[in-house]
């Protein structure tokens, strides 16, 4: 038999801005993450990879961008760990999209070809 627990935390006020904090930075990088991606692609017609976002979010962002210095001002792990398990799905849901553009592209030049 299986059995399910409730459990509740109660933050004190120090924790709470902590996790509220940690929260709002990962939605930022999140939308960053996305806008980042919308750029490479209309570019590069390709998606960057965690890793790759990772690197530029240390190295290249801040530099370009010393008011977003606080960042770096929470629990970097929590970061990390966001966009490496959304990439994944990230990654999932544009192969699919892709997969059907793809598709439909070589859909209509064979519908072309057979036409003339």
């Not at 627990?5 to 939605?27: H, N, P, S, W, Y």
């Not at 993450?33 to 990772?54: G, M």
């Not at 770096?72 to 999209?97: H, L, P």
């Amino acid at each position: 038999m299986l059995r399910a627990f409730k459990t509740e935390v109660e933050l004190t006020g120090q924790q709470k801005q902590i996790f509220a904090r940690t929260v709002g930075v990962m939605r930022y990088v999140k939308n960053l993450y996305i806008k980042r991606n919308q750029e490479i692609y209309q570019s590069e017609h390709r998606f960057i990879t965690a890793y790759e976002f990772s690197v530029w979010l240390n190295n290249e962002y801040p530099a370009a961008n010393p008011d977003k210095q606080w960042i770096k001002g929470v629990y970097q792990k929590a970061v990390a760990d966001w966009y490496a398990r959304n990439y994944t799905s990230f990654e999932m849901s544009c192969s699919s999209v892709c997969f059907v553009r793809i598709s439909f592209s070589l859909w209509s030049t064979e519908k072309r070809i057979s036409e003339t």
